[in-house]
């Protein structure tokens, strides 16, 4: 599975940004997909994520303001965020889980700075 992430950027304050990953390759596999971000000097952590079922969960301080969703048909999964914080500033990782055997797959990474 190879996963195309895209969306990040230089955003205000209080402004939106919509990221975008194309999944391809051994799609059939996919169970879960998903959004992890890594601020520097911290970890990985869930920012949120969607079964194939649309089952979402998202981390506590993005509630509200983050909204994932799905396309089960293009394979693909966006992550719109609205009323973005300079806390949100990361490195975005999109993700997939294997349906078989857990394994995740990993984007390369799209860079989200909110100035203040």
């Known amino acids: 599975v190879q996963l195309q992430a895209s969306g990040g950027g ?3 304050s209080g402004g939106s940004l919509r990221l975008s990953c194309a999944a391809s390759g ?5 169970n879960a997909m998903g959004w992890y971000r890594q601020a520097p000097g911290k970890q990985r952590e869930l920012v949120a994520t ?16 983050f909204t994932i969703s799905r396309d089960n048909a293009k394979n693909t999964v966006w ?3 609205n009323s973005l914080k300079p806390e949100d500033t ?11 055997s ?3 797959y990993w984007g390369q990474g799209t860079q989200v700075t909110v100035s203040s």
Do not use: H, P
């Open 102 to 104: 857990f394994f995740n």
């Open 79 to 81: 992550l719109q965020m």
């Open 50 to 65: 969607i079964s194939k079922s649309g089952y979402t969960i998202y981390t506590d301080s993005v509630k509200g303001r």
């Open 10 to 12: 230089l955003v205000q």
């Open 90 to 100: 990361a490195v975005y990782y999109c993700n997939a889980v294997s349906r078989l």
């Open 26 to 30: 051994s799609i059939l596999d996919i």
